[in-house]
Every structure is written in C-alpha cells, then in structure tokens.
C-alpha cells in the first residue's frame, strides 16, 4: 500500500508545491503576472529555507524546496528565452483546433468612391494542423537532494526550457529545409512544395511562378531572391510584397561568412558602397549544418548546409500551433521512486506545423 505524505501548511495556506500548481495552471507561463507571482513564492520558499536546517535527512522544507524551486527556475527561464523560429514563423497558441486559414485574395486597393462601392469576396482555403506529443525529462538522485545538491541540477532544469524553444527553431527550420528539398511534409495550398518554380495563387490552377533560386549562394542570387520575392503577384496581376517589411535571411554556418558580406558589409568587393547593407536580418541556425538530420514527425531530413532562405518577418510560411505549451512535471513519491530512489523531473507540450502562404519566401538549395 502507497503512503500519501503530509505536505506542512505554513500559516493556514495551502503549501508551496499545491501554490506553485495553481500558479502555473492559472496565469500564462512568462507573463509579467506569472513572474510577479513566481518571485512572491521564491521569496516565501527562501525564508522556510532559512528557517530550516539542513542536513542528511530529506525534511519537508527540502521537498517543498525541490518541487517549488525547480518550477521557478523553469518557468523564469522559459519566460527570457526566446527562439529566433517566432521572427521567421507564425506561432499560435491554443488548445482549439487549428486550420491552416490561407487567404487567398489580398486586401483590394482604395479606389475613387463613386456610385455604389464595390464589394470585394476574400477567398480562402483551410486544412487542419496536425500537432504531436513532445516531452523531455531528467532524473535526480534522492540521495543529491539530502545532501542540498539542487545547485548541481539547477542548469539542466532551466535548458528544459531552452529545449522547448529549441524544437520550435528545429521543427521551423525542419520545414523550409523539407520545402526546398521536396521532400513530402505537406503541400502549400497549390499542391506544390514550399520553395517550388510553378506555383500558383490558385489550388485549382493559374499563372505559373517561382519562390526558388537555383545556383551558388552569391549576391547575385541574393538580388535575384529579393527581385522575385517583390514581383510575386496575386490573381489579379498585383504585387503581393510591399517594400517595408521587414526581412529575414536565413542560413547556416557554411554561408555565415558570404550572408555576413552581403547584408553586413559597408563596402562591397568592387570597392563600391554595398548596397544590400541592412536589407535583411541575418539569422545563422545551428540545424543547417551538413549531414544534420531533422526528425519532422518521423520524417527524417537531411541537410546540406548550403540550403538558404530570404522570408519575411513573423511570415505565414511556416504555421506552428502549440495545442499544449509546455507544463513541468515531477514524481517524487510512488513505487518506481520508493525502488530507484529516483525522483523524475520533465516537461511536456503538443505542438506541430503545416505551410501556408508560399508568397512569403524565397529560398534555395545553394547549390
């Protein structure tokens, strides 16, 4: 039979581990009310501390101490960090099932109000978002607690944190590689890869055109990226991009150097000032090192480390909805601890992707 144990009560409230619970199921993780009710509960935590004496017995304030503390460090850190995937994706967070909204007809332009106004249909297409079950977890020695090592473990439970933010950026980068390489995760609403040479602004047919860029990564192709991606055009033969919005280039380790000269560089090769400095945002991702293989809901992507990609800020792209955000999980008590003398620590979220709007990037193989 499982003995339940006694949690104290401090002053007639509940104790630390039931308030840090309800804190986390009630206010949004990394909120500024989440952070401000965190730190009123380190603080409180900290004084049963000091209050207690340590030693080789596993006391409740030392329990409480494991529980609270490392639901503080998880969620003060998964409240700082902030994956580069949310400047290049659009990210939904929602428990609700999500379709893939692509709208199809752009806003119309103003025209001169005379007579009646014409009224203009927005078209669009919807295909659910498929998410998956993600998780990782750590285990902590019993013995380490006893003997106040949660300094020791304190690291590995705020990268926790950083792992989550690290499968966004994965699973992001996982798609535009894949879209590029025409490799099946799912189509763009025209049935074609995402980075393709024959898509069109209709599912069911229309005028041809081209997000890709074949060839060696240079600025020439730089600028032939930038002059296709703003001469993109609807279903009435109207630009889809407006100069303004900001831009994104993405690239990995191999290309850092030539990217850094294009974007970076006041003065260009020839000696003439550079006139592709600050048109875009140099962002250099770890995933898009050669022979890194990405694992996209059991599809398996391997990169070459010259794929490179021009996109749009906070681009519709690439959809991620976050059905679950990530929840921190412990067990200290039972049979499997009561045997092992092993509490298990860990997190758990549901999250997937989908493509959307194809119109927002322009990308290549780079070779």
């Given at each position: 039979?499982?003995?339940?144990?006694?949690?104290?009560?401090?002053?007639?409230?509940?104790?630390l581990?039931?308030?840090?619970t309800?804190i986390?199921?009630?206010?949004?993780p990394?909120?500024?009310?989440?952070?401000?009710?965190?730190?009123?509960?380190s603080?409180?935590?900290?004084q049963?501390a000091?209050a207690?004496p340590?030693?080789?017995?596993?006391?409740?304030?030392?329990?409480e101490?494991?529980?609270v503390?490392?639901?503080?460090?998880?969620?003060?850190?998964?409240?700082?960090?902030?994956?580069?995937?949310?400047?290049?994706a659009?990210?939904?967070?929602?428990?609700?099932i999500?379709?893939?909204q692509v709208?199809?007809?752009?806003?119309?332009k103003?025209?001169?109000w005379?007579?009646?106004?014409v009224?203009?249909?927005?078209?669009?297409?919807?295909?659910?978002?498929?998410?998956?079950?993600?998780?990782?977890s750590v285990?902590?020695?019993?013995?380490?607690?006893?003997?106040?090592?949660?300094?020791?473990?304190?690291?590995?439970?705020?990268?926790?944190?950083?792992?989550?933010?690290?499968?966004?950026d994965?699973?992001i980068i996982?798609m535009?590689?894949?879209?590029?390489?025409?490799?099946?995760?799912?189509?763009?609403?025209?049935?074609?890869?995402?980075?393709?040479?024959?898509?069109?602004?209709?599912?069911?047919?229309?005028?041809?055109?081209?997000?890709r860029v074949?060839?060696?990564?240079?600025?020439?192709?730089?600028n032939?990226?930038?002059?296709?991606?703003?001469?993109?055009k609807?279903?009435?033969?109207t630009p889809?991009n407006?100069a303004?919005?900001?831009?994104?280039?993405?690239?990995?380790?191999a290309?850092r150097?030539?990217?850094?000269?294009?974007?970076?560089?006041?003065?260009?090769?020839?000696?003439?000032?550079?006139?592709?400095?600050?048109?875009?945002?140099?962002?250099?991702s770890?995933y898009?090192?050669?022979?890194?293989?990405?694992?996209?809901?059991?599809?398996?992507?391997?990169?070459?480390?010259?794929?490179?990609?021009l996109?749009a800020?906070e681009?519709?792209?690439?959809?991620?909805?976050?059905?679950?955000p990530?929840?921190?999980?412990?067990?200290?008590?039972?049979?499997?601890?009561?045997?092992?003398?092993i509490?298990?620590y860990?997190?758990?979220?549901?999250?997937g992707?989908?493509?959307?709007?194809?119109q927002e990037?322009?990308?290549?193989?780079?070779?």
């Amino acid at each position: 039979m499982q003995l339940e144990r006694m949690s104290p009560v401090l002053s007639g409230r509940p104790p630390l581990r039931a308030q840090a619970t309800r804190i986390h199921k009630s206010v949004k993780p990394g909120s500024m009310a989440h952070l401000a009710r965190i730190g009123a509960l380190s603080k409180e935590l900290a004084q049963l501390a000091n209050a207690t004496p340590g030693g080789k017995s596993l006391d409740a304030s030392k329990f409480e101490s494991a529980y609270v503390g490392y639901h503080t460090t998880f969620h003060n850190r998964l409240g700082t960090y902030r994956s580069f995937g949310r400047s290049i994706a659009t990210i939904v967070e929602t428990d609700n099932i999500v379709d893939r909204q692509v709208w199809l007809t752009k806003t119309p332009k103003m025209r001169p109000w005379l007579g009646d106004k014409v009224l203009h249909k927005l078209r669009a297409e919807s295909h659910p978002i498929v998410t998956s079950p993600q998780e990782v977890s750590v285990e902590i020695p019993k013995k380490d607690l006893e003997n106040d090592k949660l300094g020791l473990y304190r690291p590995a439970i705020a990268r926790m944190a950083d792992a989550y933010e690290w499968a966004l950026d994965e699973l992001i980068i996982g798609m535009l590689v894949a879209g590029v390489q025409g490799i099946a995760l799912g189509a763009t609403y025209d049935g074609q890869n995402l980075i393709d040479t024959d898509h069109t602004m209709l599912s069911g047919g229309g005028t041809a055109q081209s997000n890709r860029v074949n060839g060696v990564f240079t600025q020439a192709i730089y600028n032939t990226a930038w002059t296709r991606y703003l001469t993109l055009k609807d279903e009435n033969g109207t630009p889809i991009n407006v100069a303004g919005r900001r831009m994104k280039l993405v690239v990995g380790p191999a290309l850092r150097e030539i990217a850094r000269e294009i974007i970076d560089q006041q003065t260009a090769a020839n000696g003439e000032s550079n006139m592709d400095r600050g048109t875009a945002d140099l962002i250099v991702s770890p995933y898009l090192t050669a022979s890194n293989v990405i694992n996209v809901n059991g599809t398996l992507i391997t990169v070459t480390g010259t794929e490179w990609f021009l996109i749009a800020e906070e681009s519709s792209s690439i959809l991620v909805h976050v059905k679950q955000p990530p929840v921190f999980l412990s067990v200290e008590e039972g049979e499997f601890a009561f045997r092992t003398g092993i509490w298990l620590y860990g997190i758990e979220a549901e999250f997937g992707a989908a493509y959307g709007l194809w119109q927002e990037v322009v990308g290549g193989p780079g070779a």
